[in-house]
């Protein structure tokens, strides 16, 4: 798959991950109060191990995403 290297493809991209990260919450009902608190639950609560590493893999690619917008959106202000 291609990454995304513009503002809305990552945008779009970001809502395809968005979908799938709301399914795996809302199947192991993923309830943390704190962001921070989101991994320990989400250890604990997810009892298969592929959905653990899915989620992880769609929190980190989902992070560093919203980087890649944010510093497009940054560099498209200066410009």
Known sequence: ???PTTLPGIQKRLEVLSQELITLIQQYQL???????????????????????RFLELSLEG??????????ETSS???
């Open 1 to 3: 798959m291609t990454k």
């Open 63 to 72: 992070r560093l995403l919203g980087e890649a917008a944010q510093h497009l």
């Open 31 to 53: 309830d943390a109060q704190n962001p921070l608190d989101v991994i320990p639950v989400a250890r604990q609560k997810v009892s298969k191990k592929e959905d653990y590493i």
């Open 77 to 79: 202000e200066k410009t």
